[in-house]
Structure formats: structure tokens, C-alpha cells
């Protein structure tokens, strides 16, 4: 196991970006420049870096950092190396309902990069726990994309959301999937590494991270078929999810304003 507090305190310090640093609307990758295992300045980053980042402070596998890297740099890079402020480009990847960023605003092209203190304090306040488990983060994904289009997000946009839900609960959440608030606060606002933070102990990959994401667009569905007063495709495990529903209400009529 690679032990992530020694590494970010020593060899890898947090340092916050230069005004004229790039950084993207992705918390892993921001963290990933600020604590310099790739170039803090943002820029020219290659394929290579990008895997040997990721699999060395997240623990993904060599196939799903491969994944992610070659959609960046194919996507929004050059083919060869991603500058970060590229991946902004909206409806490229990043897509609207993000957890902790803005939605893009017509005319611009380019989605905000910084978290929104607002959508990450109703995310924090999804539950009354210290933690985070993955039906707050489905129940969040469900009012985000309602409150930003209405409905769900197109099949494959949602996708990449759930993946990113996926990825939160894996790589913060240990073999429990129980976010700490705390960390998850750091990493989405700061792009820091909390020295409580540890790098999971085994491997997140592909099959894992599809499998979570399933599960997570199960609860969405069971929630919004709720909504609709359709039986819920759970069967009996829609029980568990009585109070979400009410959840989900207050958090959309109650917190909002
Ligand atoms: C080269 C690899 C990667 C690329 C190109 C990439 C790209 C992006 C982009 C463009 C977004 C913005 C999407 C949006 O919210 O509109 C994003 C968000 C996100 N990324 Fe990454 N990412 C990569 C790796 C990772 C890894 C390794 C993790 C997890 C450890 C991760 C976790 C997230 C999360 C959780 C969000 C959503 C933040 C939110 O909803 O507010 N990403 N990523």
C-alpha cells in the first residue's frame, strides 16, 4: 500500500497554484497538480504522467488510468499531452450537474473550475452522518440534474457522472464506501490531499468502478420512480429508501433558497 500521507508532506507538498497555473473543473486532477505528480504549472501533460499519477495516489488500475488519460488527451488535449483548463470545454466531458462545480452559463465554452461553496455545502448536508455513502451521493446526482436540466442527464453524460460518484467512493470511502466529509470538503474545494487521507488499499478499476456506478444508477432510478409514484425496480430494497425521498424533497424545496 502506498502510504499517501508520507508522500504529500514531503516529497509531494501541497502548494497552492500560481495565478498564471492552469487547473480544470476536476478535483483529482487539480490535487494531482498542487502536490506537483504532474506539472504543477498544469501544462504539457502527458499521457504517462497522467497514469503514473493516478495509480500511484489513487490506486487505479494501469487499464482505467489508461482510460481516463487517453479521453483526456484524445478529447481535449492534443493526442499527445492535456494543458487542464482544456478539459473545461463544456459537453466534451465535463458535462452539467456537477457535484461541487457551477453548470457552464451560455455564452461561455468553458465551465467553471472552482467548486461552488453552496452545492458543496447541500452536498455535505445530504446527510446528518460525518460521512458520505453512495444513496447521499445518488440522492445528490438526482437534484443536481434535476435542478440543472429538469431531468436526467443524456445516457452518456450520466454515466460519466455516476463514474465520477463511483470513483469518489472508492478512492475515499475504504472497503465500506464511507466518504469523510472532512476529506472529500478538502479535496473538492482546496485540490489537496488531506494528510489524514490514505491511498486506497487495493486496486479501483475498471469492473469495480462500473459496478459501483450500476448501483448508483440503481438508487437514482428507484428515487426517481418514487417521484413519479411507480412501483421501484428494488424491489423491497425501495424500503431503504423511504427516507431519501424525503431527503430529496427538503433538500429541493427546503434548502434551496
Ligand atoms: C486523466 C484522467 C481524468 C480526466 C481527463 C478527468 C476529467 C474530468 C472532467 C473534465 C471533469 C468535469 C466534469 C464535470 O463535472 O462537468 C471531472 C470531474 C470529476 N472528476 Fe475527473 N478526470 C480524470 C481523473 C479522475 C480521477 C482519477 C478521479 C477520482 C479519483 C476523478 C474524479 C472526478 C470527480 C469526482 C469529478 C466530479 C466533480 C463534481 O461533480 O463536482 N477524475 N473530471
Redesign the pocket.
Known amino acids: 500500500m502506498s502510504s499517501n500521507s508520507t508522500s504529500t508532506s514531503t516529497s509531494h507538498p501541497f502548494i497552492v497554484p500560481n495565478p498564471s497555473d492552469l487547473r480544470?473543473?476536476?478535483?483529482?486532477?487539480n490535487a494531482l497538480a498542487n502536490h506537483g505528480y504532474i506539472n504543477r504549472d498544469g501544462r504539457n501533460i502527458t499521457v504517462h504522467a497522467?497514469v503514473e499519477a493516478?495509480h500511484e495516489v489513487?490506486s487505479?488500475t494501469k487499464p482505467l488510468a489508461y482510460l481516463?488519460?487517453l479521453?483526456?488527451v484524445l478529447l481535449?488535449g492534443d493526442g499527445r499531452t492535456v494543458d487542464l483548463h482544456r478539459?473545461?470545454k463544456h459537453n466534451v466531458?465535463?458535462?452539467d450537474a456537477?457535484?461541487?462545480?457551477q453548470d457552464t452559463q451560455p455564452p461561455n465554452v468553458y465551465?467553471p473550475i472552482c467548486?461552488d461553496p453552496i452545492l458543496v455545502s447541500k452536498l455535505m448536508r445530504v446527510s446528518q452522518n460525518d460521512f458520505l455513502v453512495l444513496s447521499d451521493l445518488a440522492v445528490t446526482r438526482v437534484i443536481r440534474e434535476s435542478e440543472a436540466l429538469g431531468g436526467p442527464l443524456n445516457p452518456l453524460r450520466a454515466e460519466v457522472?455516476r463514474a465520477?460518484?463511483a470513483?469518489?467512493l472508492q478512492?475515499f470511502g475504504g472497503e465500506r464506501l464511507e466518504v469523510d466529509k472532512s476529506v472529500l470538503c478538502v479535496w473538492?474545494v482546496d485540490g489537496r490531499l488531506p494528510e489524514s487521507w490514505q491511498s486506497p488499499r487495493g486496486t479501483v478499476g475498471i469492473r469495480t468502478t462500473v459496478s459501483v456506478g450500476r448501483r448508483i444508477a440503481d438508487v437514482m432510478d428507484s428515487i426517481r420512480n418514487r417521484e413519479r409514484g411507480r412501483p421501484s425496480p428494488l424491489g423491497p430494497y425501495h424500503l431503504t429508501l423511504f427516507p431519501l425521498s424525503r431527503v430529496l424533497r427538503s433538500l429541493m424545496f427546503g434548502l434551496t433558497s
Do not use: F, T
Not at 456537477?98 to 462545480?101: G, M
Open positions: 480544470s473543473p476536476c478535483p483529482a486532477l497522467l493516478m489513487y487505479l481516463l488519460a479521453a483526456g481535449c478539459l473545461a466531458i465535463e458535462h456537477s457535484l461541487s462545480r465551465a467548486a457522472g465520477e460518484s470513483l469518489i478512492v473538492l
